[in-house]
Structure formats: structure tokens, C-alpha cells
T-cell receptor, first 117, second 111 residues
Framework: GAVVSQHPSWVICKSGTSVKIECRSL??????MFWYRQFPKQSLMLMAT?????????EQGVEKDKFLINHASLTLSTLTVTSAHPEDSSFYIC?????????????FGSGTRLTVV | DQQVKQNSPSLSVQEGRISILNCDYT??????FLWYKKYPAEGPTFLIS?????DKNEDGRFTVFLNKSAKHLSLHIVPSQPGDSAVYFC??????????FGAGTILRVKS
């Protein structure tokens, strides 16, 4: 089946530094990638939608200059948390929508636990 | 404003019995619904989906029912197994292919 590889699975960084999270679709082309954030015991909140080769569309309240998304190819999307602060600590998950799946396949990565100290 | 609601934060079921997880939505433009299973510190795993033009979809032990007039869907797991213990998320697809998630229900299956 379709697999999305996300890494790192966890990262600890110092306040003020930047962190990059990668998501790769391993056996399919992902024309659309979604980036979510999950706080403890809460739902997945969509941060942004990115289509290959174009700028990401951010949800209301999400700072696009802080959360940089790049979707340069059909198999790779990255989320960079710039100038991270402790309040950015969260669980980040990507999801890829498959291009040729007639039944709207959405495959999720395994998530990244970010802790900013 | 929560467009997808899972009003039961948790559910406890005996092994072998039926688990019923409920989900309500408010946006009548949703045209596709999905259920995901999630373990802590992992990404969601797809379970089953249903198009808004259907009222039932079955896959092994999992059945999803959709009542469009009530804007309600449910996931039935029969028989429930201890390995089913996880958080279950209901999601709905809206225009632009975005998924909107409910808050999740923790299912515990007791052996």
C-alpha cells in the first residue's frame, strides 16, 4: 500500500533555531500534501495545504513566515519551523493525497514530535 | 466552530462485543467521510470510508453507516478485539480536498 515516510520522528531544539521536517511519498506521486498539528489530547488541526510546484495555502491563524512549506517535487514536501519557541512544541503530521487514487486516498506520515527548549 | 464532532471522548467495550463510535457533522457540503485509527506518537491509519451518496460501507469487521438527513455517521467494529484499542478519528472531506477532523474517541477493548 501507499507509504509516506516522515522524519525525524522526534526532535529537540533550542529556542530561536529552525527545524525542518520532511515527508516523502515512497511509492506514489503526491500532488497535494497536508500539514497538521496535534496538541495533546486534541484533534488534528490543518495548518496548510501544498500543491506540487506552487505556494502553500495556509489556514487562518497559521503564520506562513514561521511555518515554511516547500513542495518542490511530487514525492517530497518539507515543513520548516523557523525561530522556534516553546509554544511551537507539538506533534506535526503530514498527509499525502494520492494522484491516481479514485477513492480519495489520504496517507499519513508517522508524525514528528517537536520539543523546543 | 467545530464542523465535525465526536461527542464521546472515550468508550470501553468488552472483547468480542460490538464497538460503536459516533460522529456528527454540520457542513452539508461534505461529500466523503473517513475513519482513522491512531496510536500515541504515530500518524493516523486509514480504516474505512464512505461517500455521501451511500449509506453503508463494510470492510471485514468494520462497517460505517451514514445518515445524511441527521448528519450523523457511525463506525461499528464487530467483534471488538484488544488490538482495536486506540484513538479513532472521524474526518470529513470538504471542497479543496481538505479533511476536517473530529476530536477523537478513545476506544478501550477489555479482554
Amino acid at each position: 500500500g501507499a507509504v509516506v515516510s516522515q522524519h525525524p520522528s522526534w526532535v529537540i531544539c533550542k529556542s530561536g533555531t529552525s527545524v525542518k521536517i520532511e515527508c516523502r511519498s515512497l511509492d506514489f506521486q503526491a500532488t497535494t500534501m497536508f500539514w497538521y498539528r496535534q496538541f495533546p489530547k486534541q484533534s488534528l488541526m490543518l495548518m496548510a495545504t501544498s500543491n506540487e510546484g506552487s505556494k502553500a495555502t495556509y489556514e487562518q491563524g497559521v503564520e506562513k513566515d514561521k511555518f515554511l512549506i516547500n513542495h518542490a517535487s511530487l514525492t517530497l514536501s518539507t515543513l520548516t519551523v523557523t525561530s522556534a519557541h516553546p509554544e511551537d512544541s507539538s506533534f506535526y503530521i503530514c498527509s499525502a493525497r494520492q494522484r491516481d487514487r479514485g477513492r480519495y486516498g489520504y496517507t499519513f506520515g508517522s508524525g514528528t514530535r517537536l520539543t523546543v527548549v | 466552530d467545530q464542523q465535525v464532532k465526536q461527542n464521546s471522548p472515550s468508550l470501553s467495550v468488552q472483547e468480542g462485543r460490538i464497538s460503536i463510535l459516533n460522529c456528527d457533522y454540520t457542513n452539508s457540503m461534505f461529500d466523503y467521510f473517513l475513519w482513522y485509527k491512531k496510536y500515541p506518537a504515530e500518524g493516523p491509519t486509514f480504516l474505512i470510508s464512505i461517500s455521501s451518496i451511500k449509506d453503508k460501507n463494510e470492510d471485514g469487521r468494520f462497517t460505517v453507516f451514514l445518515n445524511k438527513s441527521a448528519k450523523h455517521l457511525s463506525l461499528h467494529i464487530v467483534p471488538s478485539q484488544p488490538g482495536d484499542s486506540a484513538v479513532y478519528f472521524c474526518a470529513a472531506r470538504e471542497y479543496g480536498n481538505k479533511l476536517v477532523f473530529g476530536a477523537g474517541t478513545i476506544l478501550r477493548v477489555k479482554s
